[in-house]
């Protein structure tokens, strides 16, 4: 990869000049913030050559441009990444200590971009700095929230929300465009009026909100390609004019700057769940009309023939939740383009393509018709006639078949089912892991899949080792190139060279201290925000990932409650230290996933302060956890909890973070875990519990019955009488009883332990004994971490996108050149 040149002398002065002109302050007066800003403005301006050198290679060779159209971008923080990709990291690093600043200080100043809440705004990050990295031209489409996800205090156990402030001291690698801002119309009527024959639709009595879009650069690694992150933000139209007498035009505007400052408020902290609250619907549309009008100007500015507006540009759809792209392209291409309906029908049906996240009943997105047809009157006729037309469909292939019918429609029962919506409307529907894109095609969609077999394929999600390697793990990632050479960077399957190394035991003692360092790192984090004493040559056995019943938080705890138990029982048992750790957000209404949260810390507060046990368990929960601070855990990671209930996790991508930094899978076949074992082999992780196919089998049986385990299974009564004997809530035994009940009477879907925790718990238990016992062999152990880094090479991110460009996007391969001037 072509190494740009740095120019360390004119880097400094630009920072010193930023420190200047923005603060008035020499650097030697500046606070640590104020150096972020002044280094994070002098790296913006290293980028923007080729940020528009990047462009003008796009208007010049006129490729097919890839919209990513989500709700979510799960950034993380800029700075660090984009010196990476720049290829100028180590001179950056070097150049500011020259000036005496520390470039990881620095960095930690940045706050996340966390706007998005987990596995779907992450995967949705790593596949921009795929797509800029292989020279595909991209954009991502999103909404610029003043508040992302919110930060997790831990207050006496519970968690709290606290806003996040991402923005207070300004950005310094956005760019506002205001010359492309675009208008986006809500609620009104529709008025038909016939000219020259043809039935015209017009919206009146909306209200309006200007979308301003901010730029982002995304960063391809070492080739001068520079996509573009568009996240739009809301303005009122007409500010107040004063001097307006008209009491229906001052309301008026009141309502629009309340329109526009609601807007993009706040992002919803909702995973795999739908709250139906009206305020993201128009969320949804906003960003979504805003990005369908931009895409259509761009192509027009060099087109005439709206007929093949899909040969330039493809909108993929991140989950259902911009599925109104569809309805809104349709708009436009006939109300605005002239487009007859089947003309509008072919380029939509071309244009857009949909990736399923989930199989979770509560996730599926589906709107009252009044809400939405109120909100989005013309789009909401657009969607009807659509659902006319596809109904017809099912009727002429399945006649007098009125099942089909009530499964799939686009509108039943008062809803508007928005993946129906997706899949009749998109060339392309996936899955984000082989397992879960059958388990769509077999059950879920399996009607959709029967009718449109064509349009069903599988895409296993990746991640980026340029963060989650080369960035976040530094010294693994020397440690990689010393063996193999540099070239993982950007196609990770040569990182299977590794292979080479497993048995040779200098390597294997290089390894497994790389590991220990990083484990001294993390510890030190630890101590410094839990006030925790952890050892680092205890298992490091970690489960960070959003907080969610099928995920199964609860069982990983409640086997912490067992083994201490066996401990207190024989305090002289051979037990090798452990240190649980955990990490999760739990979303905010969300009561049995917070009382979750408080149980581990109620359980982290007796086995911590057990002076008896030795310190041979710890348990910390990290307040928090996000982007950032994920990259130092999956470094210092020993064992990867990959826990889910079979068939619920759509694929997991922390899973392939974990086994790229050397750690091993504990997890049961679902999702990607099924593909990780097959890349490293069985013997190198460690399998536990149901099928996926025993799962759905007993679900469709009614569930099961835990009162047998709860009677016959001393251990596990034992554990869960201490949820309700007050063993860790001794001022209020009850405090987790709601625990109890959903394990022994009714968890929801009117059954007791629907994800199967007890059913699963002594398998888990035994697994988690193989671990013990595979640990204890030094040399088995750093053997099977480094056979995980070495067949880690399908999980990168690199991969997945360029099978999405092969089999779904047909995009055009780009490079770039700098002018002499910038190089
Ligand atoms: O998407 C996750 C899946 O649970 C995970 O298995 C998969 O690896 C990942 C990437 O494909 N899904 C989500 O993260 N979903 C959401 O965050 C979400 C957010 C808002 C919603 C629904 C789902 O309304």
Same mark, same amino acid.
Not at 79 to 105: M, P, Q, R, S
Not at 277 to 293: I, P, T
Not at 497 to 513: P, S
């Given at each position: 990869?072509?190494?740009?040149?740095?120019?360390?002398?004119?880097?400094?002065?630009?920072?010193?000049?930023?420190?200047?002109?923005?603060?008035?302050?020499?650097?030697?007066?500046?606070?640590?913030?104020?150096?972020?800003?002044?280094?994070?403005?002098?790296?913006?301006?290293?980028?923007?050559?080729?940020?528009?050198?990047?462009?003008?290679?796009?208007?010049?060779?006129?490729?097919?441009?890839?919209?990513?159209?989500?709700?979510?971008?799960?950034?993380?923080?800029?700075?660090?990444?984009?010196?990476?990709?720049?290829?100028?990291?180590?001179?950056?690093?070097?150049?500011?200590?020259?000036?005496?600043?520390?470039?990881?200080?620095?960095?930690?100043?940045?706050?996340?971009?966390?706007?998005?809440?987990?596995?779907?705004?992450?995967?949705?990050?790593?596949?921009?700095?795929?797509?800029?990295?292989?020279?595909?031209?991209?954009?991502?489409?999103?909404?610029?929230?003043?508040?992302?996800?919110?930060?997790?205090?831990?207050?006496?156990?519970?968690?709290?929300?606290?806003?996040?402030?991402?923005?207070?001291?300004?950005?310094?690698?956005?760019?506002?465009?205001?010359?492309?801002?675009?208008?986006?119309?809500?609620?009104?009527?529709?008025?038909?009026?016939?000219?020259?024959?043809?039935?015209?639709?017009?919206?009146?009595?909306?209200?309006?909100?200007?979308?301003?879009?901010?730029?982002?650069?995304?960063?391809?690694?070492?080739?001068?390609?520079?996509?573009?992150?568009?996240?739009?933000?809301?303005?009122?139209?007409?500010?107040?004019?004063?001097?307006?007498?008209?009491?229906?035009? @001052? /309301? $008026? &505007?009141?309502? +629009?700057? %309340?329109?526009?400052?609601?807007? #993009?408020? =706040?992002?919803?902290?909702?995973?795999?769940?739908?709250?139906?609250?009206?305020?993201?619907?128009?969320?949804?549309?906003?960003?979504?009309?805003?990005?369908?009008?931009?895409?259509?100007?761009?192509?027009?500015?060099?087109?005439?023939?709206?007929?093949?507006? @899909? /040969? $330039? &540009?493809?909108? +993929?759809? %991140?989950?259902?939740?911009?599925? #109104?792209? =569809?309805?809104?392209?349709?708009?436009?291409?006939?109300?605005?383009?002239?487009?007859?309906?089947?003309?509008?029908?072919?380029?939509?049906?071309?244009?857009?393509?949909?990736?399923?996240?989930?199989?979770?009943?509560?996730?599926?997105?589906?709107?009252?018709?009044?809400?939405?047809?109120?909100?989005?009157?013309?789009?909401?006729?657009?969607?009807?006639?659509?659902?006319?037309?596809?109904?017809?469909?099912?009727?002429?292939?399945?006649?007098?078949?009125?099942?089909?019918?009530?499964?799939?429609?686009?509108?039943?029962?008062?809803?508007?089912?928005?993946?129906?919506?997706?899949?009749?409307?998109?060339?392309?529907?996936?899955?984000?892991?082989?397992?879960?894109?059958?388990?769509?095609?077999?059950?879920?969609?399996?009607?959709?899949?029967?009718?449109?077999?064509?349009?069903?394929?599988?895409?296993?999600?990746?991640?980026?080792?340029?963060?989650?390697?080369?960035?976040?793990?530094?010294?693994?990632?020397?440690?990689?190139?010393?063996?193999?050479?540099?070239?993982?960077?950007?196609?990770?399957?040569?990182?299977?060279?590794?292979?080479?190394?497993?048995?040779?035991?200098?390597?294997?003692?290089?390894?497994?201290?790389?590991?220990?360092?990083?484990?001294?790192?993390?510890?030190?984090?630890?101590?410094?925000?839990?006030?925790?004493?952890?050892?680092?040559?205890?298992?490091?056995?970690?489960?960070?990932?959003?907080?969610?019943?099928?995920?199964?938080?609860?069982?990983?705890?409640?086997?912490?409650?067992?083994?201490?138990?066996?401990?207190?029982?024989?305090?002289?048992?051979?037990?090798?230290?452990?240190?649980?750790?955990?990490?999760?957000?739990?979303?905010?209404?969300?009561?049995?996933?917070?009382?979750?949260?408080?149980?581990?810390?109620?359980?982290?507060?007796?086995?911590?302060?057990?002076?008896?046990?030795?310190?041979?368990?710890?348990?910390?929960?990290?307040?928090?956890?996000?982007?950032?601070?994920?990259?130092?855990?999956?470094?210092?990671?020993?064992?990867?909890?990959?826990?889910?209930?079979?068939?619920?996790?759509?694929?997991?991508?922390?899973?392939?973070?974990?086994?790229?930094?050397?750690?091993?899978?504990?997890?049961?076949?679902?999702?990607?875990?099924?593909?990780?074992?097959?890349?490293?082999?069985?013997?190198?992780?460690?399998?536990?519990?149901?099928?996926?196919?025993?799962?759905?089998?007993?679900?469709?049986?009614?569930?099961?019955?835990?009162?047998?385990?709860?009677?016959?299974?001393?251990?596990?009564?034992?554990?869960?009488?201490?949820?309700?004997?007050?063993?860790?809530?001794?001022?209020?035994?009850?405090?987790?009883?709601?625990?109890?009940?959903?394990?022994?009477?009714?968890?929801?879907?009117?059954?007791?332990?629907?994800?199967?925790?007890?059913?699963?718990?002594?398998?888990?238990?035994?697994?988690?004994?193989?671990?013990?016992?595979?640990?204890?062999?030094?040399?088995?152990?750093?053997?099977?971490?480094?056979?995980?880094?070495?067949?880690?090479?399908?999980?990168?991110?690199?991969?997945?996108?360029?099978?999405?460009?092969?089999?779904?996007?047909?995009?055009?391969?780009?490079?770039?050149?700098?002018?002499?001037?910038?190089?």
């Amino acid at each position: 990869m072509a190494k740009r040149l740095f120019n360390k002398e004119f880097f400094i002065r630009s920072v010193k000049y930023n420190v200047r002109t923005l603060f008035r302050k020499e650097i030697e007066e500046a606070t640590e913030q104020q150096i972020f800003q002044a280094v994070g403005y002098a790296v913006k301006d290293a980028i923007m050559d080729a940020w528009i050198a990047t462009q003008k290679e796009y208007e010049k060779s006129d490729p097919k441009i890839v919209y990513y159209m989500s709700m979510e971008f799960l950034m993380g923080r800029a700075l660090g990444n984009n010196l990476i990709n720049l290829t100028f990291y180590d001179e950056v690093k070097e150049a500011l200590e020259e000036i005496g600043l520390d470039l990881n200080t620095i960095e930690d100043q940045e706050p996340d971009a966390a706007l998005g809440n987990g596995g779907l705004g992450r995967l949705a990050a790593c596949f921009l700095d795929s797509l800029a990295t292989l020279g595909y031209a991209a954009y991502g489409c999103g909404i610029r929230y003043r508040y992302g996800m919110f930060k997790q205090q831990i207050v006496d156990g519970y968690q709290v929300e606290v806003p996040d402030m991402w923005l207070k001291n300004g950005n310094p690698f956005e760019l506002r465009r205001p010359e492309y801002a675009k208008t986006v119309k809500f609620g009104g009527y529709v008025r038909v009026e016939n000219r020259n024959g043809r039935n015209m639709f017009i919206q009146e009595g909306y209200q309006s909100v200007l979308a301003v879009p901010v730029d982002l650069p995304i960063v391809g690694y070492g080739n001068n390609v520079i996509n573009t992150l568009r996240i739009w933000d809301a303005e009122a139209i007409n500010s107040f004019e004063l001097d307006r007498f008209d009491k229906g035009e @001052y /309301e $008026k &505007a009141v309502e +629009q700057e %309340n329109l526009a400052r609601n807007l #993009v408020e =706040v992002l919803y902290p909702n995973d795999n769940h739908m709250a139906g609250k009206e305020l993201r619907l128009k969320q949804q549309y906003f960003f979504v009309s805003a990005s369908v009008q931009e895409a259509i100007a761009k192509y027009k500015k060099k087109h005439s023939d709206i007929r093949k507006f @899909y /040969e $330039k &540009a493809t909108f +993929q759809l %991140n989950d259902t939740h911009p599925t #109104v792209a =569809v309805a809104e392209l349709m708009r436009i291409l006939m109300d605005e383009e002239g487009l007859e309906w089947d003309e509008a029908w072919d380029v939509t049906t071309k244009t857009c393509a949909y990736t399923n996240h989930t199989i979770m009943a509560e996730a599926l997105e589906k709107w009252p018709i009044e809400l939405f047809s109120r909100l989005l009157p013309r789009i909401y006729q657009i969607v009807e006639e659509i659902n006319r037309r596809f109904v017809n469909q099912i009727q002429e292939q399945y006649p007098g078949n009125y099942e089909k019918v009530k499964k799939m429609a686009i509108i039943m029962d008062g809803q508007v089912k928005m993946a129906h919506l997706a899949i009749v409307a998109g060339y392309s529907v996936n899955g984000v892991a082989r397992l879960h894109t059958e388990i769509l095609k077999k059950q879920e969609l399996k009607d959709f899949y029967e009718m449109m077999p064509q349009k069903f394929n599988n895409k296993t999600n990746g991640i980026t080792q340029r963060r989650f390697l080369l960035h976040g793990n530094p010294l693994l990632a020397k440690w990689v190139t010393a063996h193999v050479g540099d070239e993982w960077i950007t196609d990770l399957p040569k990182i299977k060279e590794l292979t080479l190394y497993v048995d040779d035991e200098k390597a294997q003692h290089e390894f497994m201290n790389i590991k220990y360092q990083n484990k001294v790192r993390l510890a030190k984090y630890i101590k410094e925000h839990n006030n925790i004493d952890v050892d680092p040559r205890s298992i490091f056995d970690v489960q960070v990932k959003r907080l969610h019943e099928y995920k199964r938080q609860l069982m990983n705890i409640l086997h912490v409650m067992y083994l201490y138990n066996q401990i207190k029982e024989h305090p002289d048992m051979d037990f090798y230290p452990r240190t649980f750790i955990f990490g999760a957000k739990a979303a905010a209404g969300y009561m049995r996933a917070k009382l979750t949260i408080k149980l581990i810390n109620s359980v982290a507060d007796v086995i911590n302060n057990d002076a008896s046990i030795n310190g041979k368990l710890k348990v910390v929960f990290i307040e928090d956890y996000r982007v950032s601070n994920a990259e130092w855990i999956f470094a210092a990671a020993d064992v990867s909890e990959q826990i889910s209930t079979a068939s619920k996790e759509a694929s997991g991508t922390g899973n392939m973070k974990f086994m790229l930094n050397g750690a091993v899978t504990l997890g049961t076949m679902d999702g990607a875990n099924v593909e990780i074992v097959e890349e490293v082999g069985e013997e190198n992780a460690f399998i536990f519990g149901m099928s996926a196919e025993e799962v759905i089998a007993l679900e469709n049986q009614g569930g099961y019955d835990p009162s047998q385990l709860f009677n016959t299974d001393q251990d596990i009564r034992h554990v869960l009488m201490q949820l309700i004997n007050g063993e860790y809530s001794p001022n209020d035994p009850e405090r987790f009883r709601e625990l109890y009940n959903a394990l022994l009477v009714d968890g929801g879907y009117n059954r007791p332990d629907p994800y199967f925790i007890l059913k699963d718990f002594r398998s888990y238990a035994e697994a988690q004994k193989r671990v013990e016992a595979a640990y204890r062999d030094e040399k088995g152990w750093a053997r099977m971490a480094m056979l995980n880094v070495a067949h880690a090479g399908k999980f990168t991110s690199d991969r997945t996108i360029q099978e999405y460009v092969d089999d779904i996007w047909k995009l055009d391969k780009v490079t770039v050149e700098l002018p002499e001037e910038a190089k």
